[in-house]
RNA sequence: CGGGGUGUGGCGCAGUCUGGUAGCGCGCCAGUUUUGGGUACUGGAUGUCGUAGGUUCGAAUCCUAUCACCCCGACCA
């Protein structure tokens, strides 16, 4: 492809509304265009970026015996009122209605379409395993969409499916999905690990995230060097507080303090003199419009997929919902404006962190404003439904596998596979027969890829001050000549020669025959990151040389004419092969 | 949804506080110049100042409403 034609709008400067490296360079370098909010117009370059990530997935997927189908972008709300989400998914499920008023939706992920397909299609348990997969389009109203390709609300992912007869037969599936993930992200030149992770609205009770490291990621991963166990935050295990109070403790009276404006535990620790780990912080969920209130340690966070899974577990409160409080509830529910709440006096249940047991003589809000108690204790001063851990582990935690201590990393989640069991084969009634006649569901695994997150994330690992570095797998062009002066005809023509040969060798290469400034060349190849370089100008001609620079390391090699198409072609190789 | 911020030629910004002829840099067009890390110069085109109301002799500027985008939080296979 010519420079000349090949429509790359790049630009000098960063734009205003970017703030993330990847989005800020991936507008800068032409590849993609904010449409609306969370959603985005591909450019050539863009899209051949994309093309690039879907092929090396599709490859892999079919080594991995998935079979690659196309299932629609509109969906009818009649599957998904039969798997309960109609309800369930909430406000990320965009949703329509066609000229008839009949309910539709935008496709956010295809667990009703393909569990439907094979209710009706998979006839025996002879077929099994059947795994499908397609390349689509997904649509989520997400309550924030942010930096650029990271998190859209129209963005493309590779999802799979597989249907098993039994537990065996879908964790086997499940471990030839993992493998393949693993060459995927290897292939894709990827920094990753796969960690543990919460299984979230999607249900099932086995899943792994694949998470690109990167210090602008989104999720917060809990590593440990010494098992080698990882997981998402969420869901690492840690050594819990196990001590119970001491009982020859003395239980102080609780006492009434005037702290004005002292909201924070920040504040409070100023106020009191003292160290966040005296101080009980209490925060008021709403699990499907009832309250439940939380204690934990000042300097802790509180999990709410544990308190989740805790409710549901050991109490009657129901929780298919479950949020914070809004500032407004909080204060009703109280009688105080935030930064006052405490547990002492409150009509709802209030579930208490492991971490808060031992405490004695603790600091709390007063559920007044204004107002904070010192010398609180649980059992005198109220009375807890229940200890649990609650808390999101943080630096300084002991890994529960090893005993040591977990190292913190952020992460880019580009894949995720989840073990379903029949949750959805349930709910749709997709059962068959098994050897002994007994009809049952089947067991299900799904497994999804951010195709365009992918792209992003490369670039949040791959750059530097100059521009995007692709690694070769995902680069638009492999290889772009510079002809650095373009009035000087041996150097157009050594170019033009060049070129017809790489493209004749089946080489994917861009010419910059653009009539600009060798400067110019120089920024525009750098800024979209094509991997290999050949600057072909005047004073290496004369010597029968042109220049070949590898764009990841800058290092510059002078190449004699006759070698350079072999050369480039080697290198091209080799990185694919990597 | 809560908090904060920004909307001014294609892009990046100044001007708004204190109302009085809409500016700068980049880019674009024409030309001269230069030619291996975003050349220098000359001339030129491009704006309902996000939108709608209001106040005023007069509004980019003040007031009200509204929309869009960005950040933090909530949320998130």
Known sequence: MRLSTLFVPTRKEDPADAEVISHKLLLRAGYIRMTARGVYSFLPLGWRSVRKVEQIIR??????????????????????????????YGSDLFRFKDRKSADFALGPTHEEVVTDIARHD??????LPVMLYQMQTKFRDEPRPRFGLMRGREFIMKDAYSFDLDEAGAKKSYAIMRAAYERIF???????????????????DLSHEFQVLAETGEDLIASCPESGYAANVEKAEIVLETADRDPGAELLDKEMIETPKVRTIADVCDFFECSPTEVVKTLIFIADG???????RGDHTVNDVKLKAYLEEHTEISCNELELASEEETGKL??????FAGPVGLEFPVIVDLSVKPMVNFIVGANKKNMHFKNVNWGKDFTPVGFTDLRMPQPGDICARSGKPYEFVRGIEVGHIFYLGNKYTKALNASLQGEDGKLKPMEMGCYG?????????????????????????IAPYHVVILPLQMKNEDVVKCAEDLYAELQAAGCEVLLDDRDLRAGNKFKDADLIGIPLHVNIGSRGLKGGNVEFKVRATGEVEEIALDQIKDHVLGQIKAALNK
């Open 334 to 339: 109280t009688k105080a404006p935030v930064g």
């Open 290 to 296: 009832q309250p439940v209130a939380v204690c934990m």
């Open 186 to 204: 290897s292939r894709f030149g990827f920094e990753y690990r796969a960690v543990e992770a919460d299984t979230g609205n999607i249900g099932g």
């Open 449 to 473: 890829i951010g195709v365009t997150r992918i792209v992003a994330a490369s670039v949040e690992q791959n750059h530097d001050d100059n521009g995007i570095i692709w690694p070769m797998a």
């Open 122 to 127: 998979i006839a025996s348990y002879k077929q």
């Open 59 to 88: 490859e892999e997927m079919d080594r991995a015996g998935a079979q690659e189908v196309r299932m629609p972008t509109m969906q009818p709300a009649e599957l998904w009122q039969e798997s309960g989400r109609w309800a369930a």
